[in-house]
């Protein structure tokens, strides 16, 4: 087994509203992770990385660096299909938490570029869900 080192650890659930398009119905139940109706819902002890590459983790960039992983987790596990809109919903929480708008492209822009390798479904898991 492979570990992957990660920086921060849930210690109480964290909920988001609409942050994904779901089909009426549909639930996406793990350990760590639900999504349902749009909302996900992360459990304690679930575990990220923050930013990646030369992103900082600040204050504006840690939620959405959480939500991101979560949704990456998701797609590299072959629940959610749609890469695209995991950064999409990065970018939007970057820009609800105060993030300029100049930065919050450039993040964006990285993970479109970059963020392929990160969500697929052969990478390295960070704990086991």
């Given amino acids: 087994m492979k570990y992957r080192k990660c920086k921060y650890v849930l210690d109480s659930p964290a909920f988001f509203h609409n942050v ?3 089909e009426p119905g549909e639930v996406i139940d793990t350990q760590y992770i639900s999504l349902s109706e749009g909302c996900l819902l992360l459990r304690t002890g679930f575990t990220w990385d923050g930013a990646s590459g030369p992103a900082v983790d600040t204050p504006a960039f840690m939620q959405a660096a959480l939500v991101h ?3 990456y987790w998701l797609h590299r596990m072959g ?7 995991a950064d999409q919903v990065m970018r939007k929480l970057c820009l609800e938490n105060g ?4 930065r919050a ?9 970059f963020g392929g390798r990160a969500a697929r479904p052969t990478a390295e898991t960070l704990h086991i869900l």
């Fill in 69 to 71: 992983d979560a949704l």
């Fill in 105 to 113: 492209a450039y993040a964006y822009h990285a993970v479109r570029l």
């Fill in 79 to 85: 629940l959610l299909d749609d890469r695209k809109q």
């Fill in 99 to 102: 993030m300029s708008k100049i």
């Fill in 20 to 22: 994904w398009d779901t």
